[in-house]
């Protein structure tokens, strides 16, 4: 564990694992969309409503992967204070808030023409919301105080606080009699899914999953960047004029 | 050493205390939590029944009637101990049919019939192609949702 927390060899190894991250996100999503729009036959009772399924589905597990990917490295922060592990719970927001966001949306979409409604406050649906805001809570948290070190203890806590919403999401279906359908795949009896649903739904989720890898490791190098930059500017700061010299180096903002 | 060790208990006794408290609070509120009545709640009366509310459940085959004006459809929800009549004018969603599951909203009047001003349709965890669902019927060993497709 210790070995990878080292920024530069996080540096080497991850750049030598973001082509095989696209080259898997791209190959699973291209096979995985072509399966599930037009090779998956349509749902007995759903018809051809149920390929949003296939992109719907991926995004709430994301939604969720995210989140308790998030919590677990902000643990790892605020236990054990590496830097490293701050910075992947932070790197990783913006995607999970995205993710929970397509959920969100495309479940509206699959709502109006199977249930009759584009939203309810049930269990499900409700969690979820709260999750999409835990996140941008989350994101504003981190942008709210300068200081890297203190955003991210106050960040992590927030963080693991809403872990308790994580099993509210996953039970709700089973604790309270919801609108929302009970789990389909990820149940204890096994998939309810006819396999000829259930791969093309597999490889769009192996798909989400490799194009997450893939952003969060650009999305790391992007923050370890700007770190340098910011130590290289507070040291050259103390050396010389700071009326000169900087305006060369992108602004923190931007870079942000 | 040491810092780290109380760091880390700090985190699993926050996060303990945190899903009690929790699990305490969405205990204390489950009765606001589902989302729809079952038939039997509403026949054991223990629901403010002059209050609006959601009624869920399956249509019950053989019940469903289109009035005389084509817009108002009879039915009876039941969850197969229990059946609440409901009458409904409106657009139904394509999911509605006999044998489906069903969420009503609306309020029951003086007769004992449940006046509906939304009807949404609810479906269960299964998919599969309609060859499939049809050969697992003619086989008898599957009565799937929505009795005629």
């Not at chain 1, 039970?171 to 149940?187: G, I, K």
């Not at chain 1, 739904?201 to 650009?218: C, E, R, S, W």
């Not at chain 2, 985190?11 to 729809?36: K, P, R, S, T, Y």
């Not at chain 2, 004992?112 to 309609?130: N, W």
């Amino acid at each position: 564990m210790h070995r990878f927390a080292n920024p530069a060899r996080f540096a080497r190894l991850s750049a030598r694992a973001l082509p095989w991250a696209w080259a898997v996100a791209g190959l699973a999503l291209g096979s995985g969309l072509v399966g599930g729009l037009l090779l998956a036959p349509a749902d007995y009772q759903q018809g051809d409503s149920v390929r949003i399924m296939f992109v719907h589905v991926p995004s709430a597990w994301m939604a969720m992967f995210v989140y308790a990917f998030m919590a677990a490295a902000s643990a790892v922060g605020l236990i054990w204070r590496h830097a490293l592990a701050d910075i992947a719970a932070k790197a990783a927001a913006p995607l999970g808030a995205g993710f929970t966001f397509a959920a969100l949306a495309t479940g509206s979409l699959w709502g109006q023409p199977m249930w009759g409604t584009w939203w309810v406050w049930d269990a499900r649906l409700t969690s979820v919301l709260v999750l999409f805001f835990l996140y941008l809570g989350y994101i504003a948290l981190w942008q709210a105080i300068e200081d890297p070190g203190k955003a991210a203890r106050a960040a992590a806590i927030l963080a693991l606080v809403g872990v308790v919403n994580l099993p509210i999401i996953k039970f709700s279906v089973d604790w309270w009699n919801t609108l929302h359908q009970p789990a389909s795949v990820l149940r204890l009896a096994g998939p309810t899914i006819h396999s000829s649903m259930l791969w093309p739904l597999l490889l769009m989720a192996v798909g989400f999953k490799a194009y997450f890898v893939a952003v969060l490791l650009l999305r790391m190098h992007a923050e370890l960047n700007w770190r340098r930059i910011r130590a290289l500017r507070l040291t050259a700061g103390e050396s010389t004029d700071s009326s000169h010299g900087f305006a060369t180096l992108p602004a923190e903002r931007a870079s942000l | 050493m040491r810092p780290k060790r109380r760091r880390l208990w700090a985190v699993v006794a926050g996060l303990g205390a945190l899903g009690a408290a929790a699990a305490l609070v969405l205990a204390a509120f489950e009765d606001n939590i589902v989302f729809f009545r079952s038939p039997s709640e509403v026949a054991s009366n223990s629901l403010p029944t002059e209050r609006r509310f959601r009624l869920g459940g399956l249509v019950e085959t053989g019940s469903l009637r289109k009035a005389g004006d084509g817009v108002t459809v009879t039915f009876r929800v039941t969850d197969l101990a229990h059946a609440v009549p409901v009458s409904y004018r409106g657009l139904l969603p394509d999911l509605f049919r006999e044998g489906q599951g069903v969420v009503a909203e609306g309020q029951l009047d003086a007769n004992g019939i449940f006046q509906a001003s939304q009807i949404l349709a609810k479906h269960d965890e299964t998919y599969m192609p309609r060859e499939v669902a049809e050969a697992l019927r003619k086989g008898g060993h599957w009565k799937g949702e929505g009795e005629g497709q």
